[in-house]
């Protein structure tokens, strides 16, 4: 069965792009069929991959539109099972087109109804903003799966997200449950990365939504993008590589065991500390 997830954060920076590429070919090499969608006029997982954003035809953009159908856009990586639906800087626009449309927000689900039975993990790169797009993400994903950096901002930012989330659910009637809390730019060495993983284990611990895969500061996951390669094709025995490999694994446990986790009766105020309890970075 297929599942679509969206990967957001209204936050940049937080290895949105980097999650999407490398969970994506982390599962396409344990032989499950994935897709990539580029919904970041950024065009990062795109770049990610290879693929000369200001030389590509057919983008996510001419499909939305109407221009093209959603299959002519799919083009494979040169990662076996792994194909990208890219996106360049015309997507900017979307948001302001998509919005005078009726029923906006079911655009991009509608869009992409052909190809989800076709792949096994769609995984939909957004941009770090609550706009229209991310909007259209929601009502046509299954599930969300929220990285979040090991810093105290962060914490305010996955409770606004939550939020934000139940929000859309409620008005738009369209629930999406969340797949998981990943924390990402985890650093060992320093004692904020330490406390914030702390807040996050005391607070979602019992609810199965953090996942057990903590993904590293790692210099090689930062490399990997400019040579147009995931990190796994880069360097396969970074700590980066073996991280994600790592999620990919958890999240196929998690799917084979059908255990769903809800966020209905998260209490969003527990989760940021108090101001007067920010850790300092050691020296």
């Known amino acids: ?23 994506a070919t982390s599962l396409a090499v344990m032989g499950k069929s994935v897709l990539v969608v580029d919904m970041d006029p950024q065009a990062n997982a795109t770049t990610s991959f290879g693929i000369d954003k200001t030389k590509i035809e057919n983008t996510v953009y001419d499909a939305i539109i109407g221009d093209i159908s959603i299959k002519k856009a799919t083009i494979p990586t040169f990662i076996k099972n792994l194909f990208i639906i890219p996106s360049n800087i015309s997507l900017s626009g979307a948001g302001v087109e998509l919005s005078k449309r009726e029923n906006y927000h079911i655009i991009l689900k509608e869009t992409l109804k052909d190809v989800v039975p076709l792949f096994d993990y769609i995984f939909i790169d957004l941009p770090p903003s609550l706009g229209v797009i991310t909007v259209n993400a929601l009502v046509a994903s299954d599930s969300v799966l929220i990285p979040i950096q090991a810093e105290y901002y962060a914490l305010e930012g996955v409770a606004d997200l939550i939020s934000t989330i139940k929000l859309v659910e409620n008005r738009l009637r369209s629930p999406t449950p969340i797949k998981g809390i990943l924390l990402t730019l985890f650093d060992k060495r320093t004692r904020l990365s330490k406390d914030v993983y702390k807040e996050l284990k005391n607070y979602f611990g019992e609810t199965n939504l953090l996942f057990k895969t903590v993904i590293p500061r790692n210099i090689r996951l930062a490399e990997a993008p400019s040579f147009g390669k995931p990190c796994l094709i880069y360097d396969p025995e970074s700590t980066g590589t073996k991280a994600y490999l790592k999620l990919a694994k958890e999240i196929i446990q998690r799917d084979s065991n059908s255990e769903e986790s809800s966020s209905n009766n998260i209490n969003l105020s527990k989760l940021v500390p108090k101001r007067n309890q920010v850790p300092e970075e050691d020296e």
Do not use: P, W
């Open 1 to 23: 069965m297929s599942e679509v997830i969206a990967v957001m954060n209204q936050k940049g920076g937080c290895g949105k792009t980097t999650t999407v590429v490398n969970t």
